[in-house]
């Protein structure tokens, strides 16, 4: 990773963190709105931001890493790899004390992409909501840290 790749990067995740942000406020707000398909809407936003967050984290991968097989359990693999320092290659971009949430995140959005008589429930949503919102108040920090610790490691 060179300084014009980083500043790209962090570009970039600056605008996933936005899509991300904008799509937990949305969430946050369907759930707790009442009228016919809320639950849906706010069940699409969530998925929304968990993609935009797993963008994020291919960006980093394909940066640092440059290839990553995309099978299997790829979605579950990128979490867990995006939580590991890699000396020499990059610092992890995840706290590992966050992956159970991100898990509940990933899950969701699998099971709305993949469950076709699926019953949402209003609790869960608004627990999800607010590991979304949490995600987004965290991508910023997470981002400014990882930056810090990459130029420290290349010595810049």
Known sequence: MDVAG????LKELEADAAVVRDAAAKAAQRVEQQYPGHLEAAAYELGRLYSAFERSLERI??????????RGDYHAKLLQ???????GIRPAFIPPERLPALRELKGF??????????????????????????????????????ATRVRREQGW
């Open 6 to 9: 980083l500043a790209v990067l």
């Open 61 to 70: 991968s394909d940066d640092f890493e440059n290839q990553f097989e995309r």
């Open 109 to 146: 959005r699998h099971l709305t992409r993949h469950a076709y008589d699926v019953v949402l429930r209003e609790d869960r949503l608004r627990d999800l909501a607010r590991l979304g919102v949490q995600l987004a108040d965290d991508l910023p920090g997470w981002s400014a840290e990882f």
């Open 81 to 87: 790899r995006l939580s590991l320092d890699l000396p």
